[in-house]
């Protein structure tokens, strides 16, 4: 993160005699936007005859065109993982925005699990977290909250092994979450074919299964 001041007029006595802009090393500030901003910020400091009301009102103003004038910067890094990752983290963050809108005290990890577990009657820890791609201890919490929330039931057996399954609880909630992940997925695939949705996901699991 990087924090950029500029300071308008280092002679007022104002409380707000500057402003602050926050970008990221994914954003790019149209400069010129910056500097008329500023420009005109400087004038309404200056006047006498305009209110500190009236100038903090302006100055917020300015900082919101300078916002919008905020752009992704496209970098060309040829490394699969990142693109991957970049994308996953958007749809993860589109995908908990839905959940909260539903209220459900859902997260990323406790969906994929809930969209697991429909698939089958009922399954161990160690294979749910293969098929996860996650280690067997990278899910424990995931699922202590599940259970918890009485979505999931955990049954032990030879004293060693867990197998979990859907409660009715878990059952009832899961039109909800597909409509959330078809919604998500809708969004994602916007423009494809069908033929190249197809693609992408037998792309991806060649990709998963290549890595292992």
């Known amino acids: 993160m990087h924090f950029i001041p500029y300071a308008f007029d280092p002679n007022c006595q104002d409380e707000f005699p500057f402003l ?13 936007v910056v500097y008329y901003a500023a420009k005109l910020i ?13 100038k903090l009102f302006h ?11 905020v752009e992704p910067m496209e970098v060309d890094i040829k490394t699969l ?7 996953l983290c958007v749809m993860i ?12 005290k859902f997260q ?3 969906f994929s699990v809930m969209k697991v577990l429909n698939e089958v009657d009922s399954i161990n820890q160690s294979h749910l977290a293969k098929l996860l791609g996650k280690e067997k201890s990278g899910i424990g919490k995931t699922l202590k909250s599940l259970e918890k929330e009485g979505y999931i039931q955990r049954n032990a057996l030879n004293g060693c092994t ?24 809708e969004r994602a695939f916007s423009g494809f074919s069908a033929k190249k949705r197809a693609d992408v996901m037998k792309s991806l699991t060649l990709i998963y299964k290549n890595s292992l």
Request: with cysteine; aromatic share 12%.
């Open 162 to 185: 867990n197998t979990v399954k859907l409660t009715e609880k878990g059952k009832e909630v899961i039109p909800v979450i597909n409509r959330i992940a078809d919604k998500v997925t």
């Open 42 to 54: 400087i004038f309404l400091e200056t006047k006498k005859n305009i209110n500190k009301k009236s």
């Open 108 to 110: 990323h990890s406790d």
């Open 20 to 32: 602050l802009i926050f970008i990221t090393n994914q954003e790019v500030i149209n400069f010129y």
């Open 93 to 104: 963050k589109r995908l908990n925005k839905e959940l909260r809108e539903e209220n459900l």
């Open 81 to 87: 993982g990142y693109y991957i990752d970049r994308s």
């Open 59 to 69: 100055s917020f103003y300015c900082f919101f065109i300078m916002k919008r004038a």
